[in-house]
């Protein structure tokens, strides 16, 4: 039997001393349409985003952002090395992750700058829940104190003052302000005329009004620090 040949039209023609000729325009147009679609910097660009999904409202970051704390969740659910816990994705291609959204733009904004900025209309509760469940230690300690601080601020009632007013003279004012005890925060000056007159020169005498917070309360019992004190 004859052997066959190869089919018409797909063998290059042979070019000088019998080498194949350059491949058809049409073909070369197809193969650089394919290397174009699969270039390196595109996939990188496109490896560099992530969607999350977070309870049905989508959410868009960095994986350099998002693994952040390497230990957190959102670093292990697609760290670039290849993740560590499996996650479904919906149709567009973003991790589904059912927590409440709510809460989840104080933790995300935090691995963004490393600063904690809760909405006043947001409980640091809430947030704390979240920091927790992300497994973001240093967020987690940052809240707890957050939350330490407003429970202190409360419990201790409404800032109260204590004023002082002392009675000095003209070449006393620099003594007496600046040997001032800690705490103490200057309000006002009154002068009160040259009453007093040594030798050839008159000398002013003024009133200085001084004032510091009175926060050493047992009980909601305020003290007063000492008998020439008035609230």
């Known amino acids: 039997a004859m052997a066959e040949g190869p089919p018409r039209g797909r063998t290059p023609s042979p070019g000088p001393g019998g080498a194949p000729g350059p491949p058809s325009p049409r073909v070369a147009g197809a193969a ?3 290397a174009g679609a699969l270039s390196p910097p595109a996939a990188a660009a496109a490896s560099k985003w992530v969607r999350l999904n977070v309870g049905g409202t989508y959410f868009v970051s960095t994986r350099q952002t998002l693994c952040r704390e390497p ?25 589904l992750i059912d ?16 600063k904690l900025i809760i909405n006043k209309e947001l409980a640091e509760e809430g947030v704390l829940e979240e920091a927790e469940f992300y497994n973001i230690a240093s967020l987690v300690r940052l809240v707890k104190e957050r939350i330490r601080d ?3 601020r409360t419990s201790q009632g409404p800032v109260k003052h204590v004023y002082r007013v002392l009675q000095c003279q003209e070449e006393e004012l620099t003594q007496m302000v600046s040997t001032m005890s800690d705490g103490w925060k200057f309000e006002q000056l009154i002068s009160i005329g040259s009453s007093y ?7 002013a005498e003024f009133l200085c009004v001084v004032s510091r917070e009175l926060n050493n309360s047992t009980n909601g019992i305020v003290k007063e620090p000492s008998e020439k004190a008035k609230v």
């Open 71 to 95: 230990k957190s969740f959102l670093c292990r659910l697609c760290c670039q090395d290849g993740p560590e816990l499996g996650s479904d994705k919906d149709e567009t291609g973003a991790y």
């Open 99 to 114: 927590r409440d959204p709510t809460y989840f733009g104080p933790i995300l904004n935090y691995l963004r700058h490393g």
């Open 197 to 203: 007159n040594y030798g050839n020169e008159d000398q």
């Open 32 to 34: 650089a349409g394919a």
């Open 150 to 152: 407003n429970e202190n």
